[in-house]
């Protein structure tokens, strides 16, 4: 079954340094997600992606935060200088349409630790 | 704000008990509800759906029926399994981007 694969699993950085998250969607989905979690808190949404441009983003997704779909299969998320509140576990989802049919898709997450 | 609340965790049961799983919703207008399932070590997997008042999402044995009356959409399993172990998380969407979700509720299910 097709799957969205995360990479790495576990980033750890020292705090004002960058960070890119690697997701790799399922092929043929053309819109893409970030959500994190922070431990203990809900899972929250950051970001949407489509057609090279956010679609949404949430209050979180500040201007340290950007997105970027660099080929046709990768989709990265860059933190430029880390806070330690950025720690969390960091989200990738995909799907193949967007309003209440559609379905998105998860990986495993990257946990970031943010020293 | 749109937001989801379910019941804390983790819950521990006993194999072949039968499950509950609180979750309630606040939210303006009609949104569709969604239980998530994260293996250990695993994505988000959607575990079952429903998209309006009175519907009744299924899938492995497990059920969820949306009350708009009580704004309520709890998970129940007549019986677990060891291999249901997991977290999972209740969900809402309006038609939009972005999905809302719970904390999550950690299930230990026990042989």
């Not at chain 1, 004002?16 to 969607?25: A, D, T, W, Y």
């Not at chain 1, 489509?50 to 950007?66: G, L, P, T, V």
């Not at chain 2, 399932?37 to 959607?46: M, S």
């Not at chain 2, 009175?54 to 998970?75: I, M, Q, V």
Request: with cysteine.
């Amino acid at each position: 079954e097709p799957e969205v694969t995360q990479t790495p699993s576990h980033q750890v950085t020292q705090m004002g340094q960058e960070v890119i998250l690697r997701c790799v969607p399922i092929s043929n989905h053309l819109y893409f997600y970030w959500y994190r979690q922070i431990l203990g808190q809900k899972v929250e949404f950051l970001v949407s992606f489509y057609n090279n441009e956010i679609s949404e983003k949430s209050e979180i997704f500040d201007d340290r935060f950007s997105v970027e779909r660099p080929d046709g299969s990768n989709f990265t998320l860059k933190i430029r200088s880390t806070k330690l509140e950025d720690s969390a576990m960091y989200f990738c989802a995909s799907s193949e349409m967007t309003g209440t049919k559609d379905i998105q898709y998860f990986g495993a997450g990257t946990r970031l630790s943010v020293l | 704000g749109d937001s989801v609340t379910q019941m804390e965790g983790p819950v521990t049961l006993s194999e072949e008990a039968f499950l509950t799983i609180n979750c309630t919703y606040t939210a303006t207008g009609y949104p569709s509800l969604f239980w998530y399932v994260q293996y250990p070590g695993e994505g988000l997997q959607l575990l079952l759906k429903a998209t309006k008042a009175d519907d009744k999402g299924s899938n492995k044995g497990f059920e969820a029926t949306y009350r708009k009356e009580t704004t309520s959409f709890h998970l129940e399993k007549g019986s677990v399994q060891v291999s249901d172990s997991a977290v999972y998380f209740c969900a809402l969407s309006k038609g939009d981007d972005k999905i809302i979700f719970g904390k999550g509720t950690r299930l230990h299910i026990l042989p």
